[in-house]
């Protein structure tokens, strides 16, 4: 692997890089970012969790002029979730120059915000296209200096239906721009919107089949699929599982299921308001609660780096779906488990997927009959301020340690958001040591804090 130092970009980029982490570059920032820092157009096809933020973000923030101070670099997502991870990565990268606006459009909030934080100017936008859309007809964004276009995960967002918003957004960009075009999977469909958008792309294939060694893939038919995910549970005994349904409906009746048999999941799908759908990703993401069942909606954009398995409750739609689907597993290097649970209607779509890999088959009857509780290893404390009240991680873990008592081992992952945060304690020094209180003083003041 190469080192980051080997790359021509800004000396202090290179050193805050370093100070993230970013010591060597991961296959897929090796192959492409050579080229995007040459100003070349790519079509670059990667895993979920292969580092692509950093190939694109690292370039785009190298070219990026902070004294002209109007948008320059237009990235775009198809869910809110990725959006706003994508729009933090950059931020990080981000740290080594000041001034560095980087503003995020996405549905789920008022517009009247994004367009008065639009009159402040931004270098770089984040967002989905239906929301960069309406900012562009309104004339809120102006696009007369991007000279960058990203899009990310472009596969999920023909799936979901936004070629044409695609399209007319690409109708306000400056045509004289450097394209980029990054997606897990490349079929026809990406070959098509390729050919419209990008001049004389280089294309770079990497990672794009996740090996046996970092996720291990196994299918199980039943026709009791209920009672087998217990089995599951006591087989492997997972720390934390996504379970993906097809429906909303029956999220919901699984849900009811596994609460009736004493587990305590949470649920994620379309119909959750988007405030409520970031609380359920961070405590799933905290390990305050180690089952989440979703619909494919959070197949995508979820960066949860330590859940060990997923099962597909029920059988995905589509071979591109199943591995979106398994990549929420085996992330950063690490290593997780993929169970497929099918019956005799579901023979086609496992058919399909055999013809690229050797499937693993496990005999229902091998699967251990007990009782297996999967435990929370932290509880989340939601407090009633954020960053708009000056609150800062360094604030927090202060009040925590100095004057409740807590180890820095007690707590985990610490969220600030514009409103409010959310802190991730282990149970045993929650109990002892916050549980019944109702405030925190922190830098002086006093505010509420909720059980969540």
Known sequence: MLAITTLNIDEKLKENLISLGYETLTKIQEESLPLILEGKDVIAKAKTGSGKTAAFG????????VKKFKTQCLVLCPTRELADQVAVELRRIARYKHNIKILTLCGGVPS?????????????????PGRVLFHLREQNLNPESIDTLVLDEADRMLDM????????????????????????????????L????LVDPIFKSVDTVHTESTIREEFIKTSRKDSVLLKLFSTYKPSSVIIFCNTKIKCDELDTYLYDMGYDPLVLHSDFEQKTRDEIITLFSNKSYPILIATD??????????????INYDMANDTNVYTHRIGRTARAGKSGVALTLYNDYDEDKVEELQVNKELVYVDEESLIDEVYKLTAEFRTIYISGGKKLKLRP?????CLIQDNGLEKDDIGKIKILPMCSYVAIKVDAYEKKIKGQESLKIKGKFFRIFDR
Do not use: C, W
């Not at 909606?297 to 997923?310: F, N, Q, T």
């Not at 360094?394 to 202060?398: F, M, N, P, S, V």
């Open 58 to 65: 690292i370039g785009l923030l190298n070219k990026l002029d």
């Open 112 to 128: 009247s915000r994004q367009t008065h934080s639009l009159t402040h100017g931004a270098h770089v936008i984040v967002g989905t």
């Open 161 to 192: 239906g936004f070629l044409e918003d695609i399209e007319k957004v690409i109708s306000f960009i400056p045509k004289q721009r450097q394209t980029l075009l990054f997606s897990a999977t490349y079929d026809e469909n990406i070959k098509e």
């Open 194 to 197: 390729s050919k419209g958008i």
């Open 297 to 310: 909606v959070a197949s995508r954009g979820l960066d949860i780096d330590d859940v060990e398995m997923v």
């Open 394 to 398: 360094a604030d927090i873990l202060g």
